[in-house]
């Protein structure tokens, strides 16, 4: 069983940065893609950054040149580095676990942290 737990969220001014990780439990992170969605309020979830099982990565159009998503194997985390941040960034931020192996069939998803941007 799978298990993913968020971190690093809180409230932020505009401009100001956040750094948020997710740690997996299991032994399938390093054969899994990761990702990072958010949830505004109203609003569906969509994706913000996705890094595959081999490092290749990409962001949504919204957050492009503002943030960096990245995974370390050994410690089973994804983070997402999040700077310049806007008051539109403000929503949960989920973390997906999207396995890559033959068989599999169900992708797995944190509780969620709330990032909120506001002066």
């Known amino acids: 069983q799978v298990q993913l ?3 690093g969220g809180g409230l932020v001014q505009p401009g100001g940065s ?20 958010r949830q505004a309020p109203g609003k569906q979830r969509e994706l913000v950054a996705k890094i595959t099982r081999g490092g290749s990565t990409n ?5 492009k040149g503002r943030c960096t998503i990245s995974r ?4 089973n985390t994804v983070y997402l580095q999040m700077n310049s ?11 997906n ?14 509780q969620g942290t709330q990032v909120t941007v506001s002066s």
Not at 59 to 63: E, M, P, Q, R
Not at 89 to 94: L, N, P, Q
């Open 18 to 37: 956040l750094r948020l990780s997710c740690a997996a439990s299991g032994s399938i992170f390093s054969i899994s893609d990761m990702g990072w969605y």
């Open 59 to 63: 962001y949504a159009d919204s957050v």
């Open 85 to 95: 941040l806007k008051p539109e960034d403000t929503a949960v931020y989920y973390c």
């Open 97 to 110: 676990l999207d396995p890559k192996f033959p068989g599999s069939s169900r992708d797995y998803w944190g």
């Open 5 to 7: 737990v968020e971190s």
């Open 72 to 75: 370390d194997n050994a410690k």
